[in-house]
T-cell receptor, first 114, second 113 residues
């Protein structure tokens, strides 16, 4: 158990809909990262938040947005969903934001868009 | 930009065989290098890491050495077990005040008894 929790575990929805994925980092970790894992794209970094502020951005679509709240939990919002958004979405956390830090991954949310 | 290249799987080995999974990288400066492992149905977890040239990371019998001259971080284990069956990801992270980890495509290892 990494100490990172993600809800829900599974999500089935339809094209055009909007969903929110939630992540609670390990106790004391200030950084939260979001990743998308799909069969054809592998593991793609989406976005990082550090202590409530956006810190780094990866291959995140404009239809996707995220935020980190004062209690450090984070939400990833996916809107106007398309079939190709079906994937595993992982959240990870680390104590600060140093490049040498280990990231601790949650169990993931499996999203299926029908 | 930064990139990580690792051998595509799947790799199938018999129990007690020697394992090598190759990983090479392209990055500016001196990144930190990682191997993460993903067991079926779980999230990724750190297997080992190295933060500077010639460092050797090791854990659970796995080893990898940071080779700056060949920009490589190959994963090795002398004798694999069935329980090592998983997907292995090589990754790098630049130095500096932010962490934008770049992962390789992942190599699936299947160990058969």
């Amino acid at each position: 158990d990494s100490g990172v929790t993600q809800t829900p575990k599974h999500l089935i929805t339809a094209t055009g809909q909007r969903v929110t994925l939630r992540c609670s980092p390990r106790s004391g970790d200030l950084s939260v990262y979001w990743y998308q894992q799909s069969l054809d794209q592998g593991l793609q970094f989406l976005i990082q938040y550090y202590n409530g502020e956006e810190r780094a951005k990866g291959n995140i679509l404009e239809r996707f947005s995220a935020q980190q709240f004062p209690d450090l939990h984070s939400e990833l919002n996916l809107s106007s969903l398309e079939l190709g958004d079906s994937a595993l979405y992982f959240c990870a956390s680390s104590p600060n934001t140093g490049g040498e830090e280990t990231q601790y991954f949650g169990p993931g949310t499996r999203l299926l868009v029908l | 930009g930064d990139s990580v290249t690792q051998m595509e799987g799947p790799v199938t080995l018999s129990e007690e065989a020697f394992l090598t999974i190759n990983c090479t990288y392209t990055a500016t400066g001196y990144p930190s290098l990682f191997w993460y492992v993903q067991y079926p149905g779980e999230g990724l977890q750190l297997l080992l890491k190295a933060t500077k040239a010639d460092d050797k990371g090791s854990n659970k019998g796995f080893e990898a050495t940071y080779r700056k001259e060949t920009t490589s971080f190959h994963l090795e284990k002398g004798s694999v077990q069935v329980s090592d069956s998983a997907v292995y990801f090589c990754a790098l992270s630049p130095r500096g005040g932010y962490q934008k980890v770049t992962f390789g495509i992942g190599t699936k290892l299947q160990v058969i008894p």
